[in-house]
């Protein structure tokens, strides 16, 4: 069984940054394609950005593209989201996760199609 831990989520400022990491233990990552989610009060949850288990291919959500970048550390098994220009809209919280099996042929973004989630970490933008 994989526990994901995700931290560095706060308060910040429009404009400002923040860099979430996603921990993982009991299982190495390496293998598995890693996912942030989010989801704001009232909204679904939905894909912000998305790495491949080989770290060369990744998808980023429209509202994110240019401003979020999602990368990898499979020695330190662990995943990250750098969050710059946040903006009040940015403000959820925000979730790692992955699917259940690894080396998948295709990535996936769609959140019924992972398996191992962290419990999230709150992302708030003031205006």
């Known amino acids: 069984q994989v526990q994901l831990v995700e931290s560095g989520g706060g308060l910040v400022q429009a404009g400002g940054s923040l860099r979430l990491s996603c921990a993982a233990s009991g299982r190495t990552i390496s293998g598995y394609d890693v996912a942030w989610f989010r989801q704001a009060p009232g909204k679904e949850r939905g894909v912000v950005a998305a790495i491949n288990w080989r770290g060369r291919m990744t998808y980023y959500a429209d509202s994110v593209k240019g401003r979020f970048t999602i990368s990898r550390d499979n020695a330190e098994n662990t995943a990250y989201l750098q969050m710059t220009s946040l903006k009040p809209e940015d403000t959820a919280v925000y979730y790692c996760?992955?699917?259940?099996?690894?080396?998948?042929?295709?990535?996936?973004?769609?959140?019924?199609?992972?398996?191992?989630w962290g419990q999230g970490t709150q992302v708030t933008v003031g205006s």
């Open positions: 996760a992955i699917p259940r099996e690894p080396y998948m042929p295709r990535m996936v973004v769609q959140a019924n199609e992972y398996e191992y």
